[in-house]
């Protein structure tokens, strides 16, 4: 027996909230609930499940991640497509539920390390979409589950994470790697000293006695 998936219904009107796209996606999403399997299916069919350079977002390790995730997608829908066993899709399901559970722990932690100000929203974003996918991957082991629906979900939402939410987290992340690498970069703080000499200053190394002594060099101005 088929049923009816309208996903995120319980949560439409706080997803609209966090996430500017989510009004679009949920109006996608629901589009399918009446659609049979065969019908999704050749939606899907006509889809790419391929990596592409639009799904970069510019933190290496949320890309490697990203790509893995669409990977296990793409081995969900070959394996539904060839008429696999209910086993071996479920086996794939659990695989992808702990990947999923991995990225988001991932993304969350670069996020808190960064000081990323949407952090709360992204948490919640990603605590729903571990609920919808707990409550359909339940639904098909109970032998009443779309796996058609269920991918045709997962690529739409792999899509627009990718291009909007997580493309905002690798703006911020770049961002603020490239202020703390010139914040602790020598050559950065030696241009600012000098920078805020007064004209016609310039530095030398100052090596008094116990300096020299020593081995530690400071920084003097010279008229």
């Known amino acids: ?8 219904e319980g949560y439409a009107a706080e997803l609209k909230k966090i996430d500017q796209q989510a009004e679009r996606f949920i109006r996608v ?3 399918i609930s009446s659609l049979n399997d065969k019908s999704v299916m050749r939606m899907l069919n006509e889809m790419n499940f391929k990596w592409n350079a639009t799904y970069n977002v510019g933190v290496r390790k949320i890309d490697v991640q990203h790509r893995n995730f669409l990977q296990i997608i793409r081995q969900i829908f070959i394996a539904s497509n060839k008429g696999a066993n209910r086993k071996k899709i479920s086996r794939l399901l659990d695989k992808l539920l702990r990947y999923a559970q991995h990225h988001f722990k991932t993304e969350e932690q670069l996020m808190a390390r960064y000081g990323y100000p ?7 974003e990603h605590q729903i979409l571990m609920m919808e ?3 359909h991957v339940s639904s098909f082991r109970e032998s009443d589950g779309s796996i058609p629906k269920l991918l045709y979900f997962l690529i739409q939402w792999f899509v627009k994470h990718t291009t909007y939410s997580d493309k905002d987290i690798g703006v911020y992340i770049v961002n603020r790697r490239r202020r703390l690498a010139r914040r602790f970069n020598p050559l950065f703080w030696g241009k ?5 000499l007064l004209p016609g200053k310039s530095l030398k190394p100052c090596l008094p006695h116990a300096a020299r002594q020593s081995g530690s060099v400071e920084l003097c101005g010279k008229s």
């Open 1 to 8: 027996m088929e049923v009816d998936c309208i996903w995120t």
């Open 29 to 31: 999403i629901s589009g």
């Open 118 to 124: 949407k952090l709360a929203e992204q948490k919640r």
């Open 133 to 135: 996918l707990d409550k």
């Open 192 to 196: 600012t000293i000098a920078s805020s």
